[in-house]
């Protein structure tokens, strides 16, 4: 059993009530699709204070199991301290027995509370994809703000791809290594990559020994070259030469 509540302290915003109430902290989707459709009308996640019945902003974070191949996803507050954040997530992460020796964490989404009921009844790889390509239509304000958020998430994620890629590409020191890279990680060849790249440069250009220079400037020749010719026909073509 995954699916686990406990008591949490709040404080009413709207009558100053220090109360406690029982919130959902991580919901399964297999084991309990009554709480997913809870949390998408908002009976389940909201909290409403027991004096007043005012409505409390959630703090403590959820996280969803959403079933099937997609990714867990954490409800949080968006303006908490992103370390504390961090605590939470891997504490909830604890919980739901998704720490495990000696592998890595699963990859998680972050969406704000507010937009949790909105992404649970929509396929965010679909509408990744419709983003990307242009054919998005959000037709309420909810599903217009959880379009504009699912873009600035899906670019910052990008970014990060990118970084890591480019830690990657550093420590590549043989041709035939660095072709099975750009191979495995397209996202080399993408702007985002030659920008990064550029302003590595301009570092290097300033500080670096005249050798590493060289260095980036050649992978950055060589990527504009595989982003017009293509990986492997690059890579035969400068084998050859
Ligand atoms: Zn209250």
Same mark, same amino acid.
């Given at each position: ?43 389940? $996640? ?50 739901? $027995? ?44 909810? =599903? ?14 990008? $970014? ?20 099975? =890279? ?60």
């Amino acid at each position: 059993m995954s699916s686990q509540a406990r008591v949490v302290a709040y404080e009413c915003p709207v009558c100053g009530h220090d109360g406690e109430l029982e919130a959902w902290l991580v919901v399964d989707a297999d084991e309990r699709p009554d709480l997913i459709d809870g949390l998408r009308s908002g009976r389940v $996640g909201t909290f409403v204070c027991d004096r007043c019945g005012g409505s409390v902003t959630r703090a403590v974070p959820l996280l969803v199991l959403p079933g099937g191949v997609a990714d867990p996803v954490i409800a949080h507050d968006p303006d908490a301290d992103p370390r504390v954040a961090q605590e939470q997530l891997f504490a909830l992460l604890t919980m739901a $027995g998704l720490v495990r020796h000696q592998q890595p964490l699963p990859a998680v989404l972050p969406v704000p509370h507010e937009l949790l009921p909105v992404l649970l009844g929509r396929d965010v790889e679909a509408d990744r994809e419709a983003l990307r390509s242009g054919t998005w239509r959000a037709d309420s304000i909810a =599903l217009q703000r959880y379009g504009e958020w699912l873009g600035e998430i899906t670019q910052k994620q990008f $970014g990060m791809l990118v970084m890591n890629a480019i830690g990657e590409l550093i420590q590549v020191s043989s041709s035939a290594d660095l072709e099975a =890279l750009l191979e495995r990680r397209p996202e080399l060849l993408s702007d985002e990559a030659d920008d990064l790249l550029r302003a590595f440069q301009a570092i290097a250009d300033e500080e670096a020994p005249p050798e590493y220079q060289r260095q980036v400037e050649y992978w950055r020749h060589l990527i504009r070259l595989c982003r017009r010719d293509g990986v492997a026909q690059t890579f035969r073509r400068v084998g050859d030469s």
